[in-house]
């Protein structure tokens, strides 16, 4: 139970401390230190495991990248999407930190790493990387794309993600995957401003 908590806290608290805190730039700052501080105090209790290959998922990433910003206005978002507009150098670190370091770390331990084997097993840890089942696939691809706005290229990511995981068969993967996908949309978000697109 305790190896659970310490991935669903920091998503819990990494979704909800925006609601707390308005100011979108103070927000970022305390999910960096926060949910960061986490994170790297239990790093070695998340036993993530690591290849030395990882073109698939960078392939992957780039796949989930262009999905994402090629349907976009395509569809309809669920609920507001508001805009994180950089105002200083500081506030695109802020974004860049969250978006990129922290989020799919956050995201995959809690949603494959956790969410997938816990529906498999509810002793989750004794499931190994990358069993697949039905449910399992279908309540975290549903989960991960109604958790965003941009839900239809959310439930696509949360099958490309699943797809690394059942291949690869470790975390370390779909983070780098997820890592890929994030880096290139702040990357075009950057070049063209398109600051809802984060």
Same mark, same amino acid.
């Given at each position: 139970?305790?190896?659970?908590?310490?991935?669903?806290?920091?998503? /819990? *608290?990494? #979704? %909800? &401390?925006?609601?707390? !805190?308005?100011?979108? @730039?103070?927000?970022? /700052? *305390?999910? #960096? %230190? &926060?949910?960061?501080? !986490?994170?790297?105090? @239990?790093?070695?209790?998340?036993?993530?495991?690591?290849?030395?290959?990882?073109?698939?998922?960078?392939?992957?990433?780039?796949?989930?990248?262009?999905?994402?910003?090629?349907?976009?206005?395509?569809?309809?978002?669920?609920?507001?999407?508001?805009?994180?507009?950089?105002?200083?150098?500081?506030?695109?670190?802020?974004?860049?930190?969250?978006?990129?370091?922290?989020?799919?770390?956050?995201?995959?331990?809690?949603?494959?790493?956790?969410?997938?084997?816990?529906?498999?097993?509810?002793?989750?840890?004794?499931?190994?990387?990358?069993?697949?089942?039905?449910?399992?696939?279908?309540?975290?691809?549903?989960?991960?794309?109604?958790?965003?706005?941009?839900?239809?290229?959310?439930?696509?990511?949360?099958?490309?993600?699943?797809?690394?995981?059942?291949?690869?068969?470790?975390?370390?993967?779909?983070?780098?995957?997820?890592?890929?996908?994030?880096?290139?949309?702040?990357?075009?978000?950057?070049?063209?401003?398109?600051?809802?697109?984060?």
């Amino acid at each position: 139970m305790i190896s659970g908590l310490i991935e669903i806290i920091p998503f /819990i *608290l990494y #979704i %909800i &401390i925006p609601f707390m !805190i308005k100011d979108q @730039f103070l927000s970022y /700052i *305390l999910k #960096i %230190i &926060i949910v960061g501080g !986490i994170l790297i105090f @239990f790093w070695d209790k998340y036993k993530i495991r690591w290849k030395t290959n990882y073109s698939f998922p960078i392939m992957a990433g780039l796949v989930i990248f262009i999905v994402w910003v090629g349907l976009e206005g395509s569809y309809p978002l669920l609920g507001e999407s508001s805009a994180y507009v950089p105002l200083s150098f500081a506030h695109v670190i802020a974004k860049l930190v969250g978006m990129i370091l922290l989020a799919p770390v956050i995201e995959e331990l809690f949603v494959r790493n956790y969410l997938h084997r816990f529906m498999i097993n509810t002793e989750y840890e004794k499931v190994k990387h990358g069993t697949f089942t039905w449910p399992a696939f279908l309540i975290t691809t549903a989960f991960f794309g109604l958790a965003h706005s941009r839900w239809l290229v959310g439930l696509i990511t949360g099958v490309i993600l699943n797809f690394v995981y059942y291949r690869q068969k470790n975390i370390g993967s779909c983070i780098v995957a997820h890592y890929a996908a994030n880096l290139a949309l702040a990357i075009f978000v950057l070049l063209t401003a398109s600051w809802s697109l984060w």
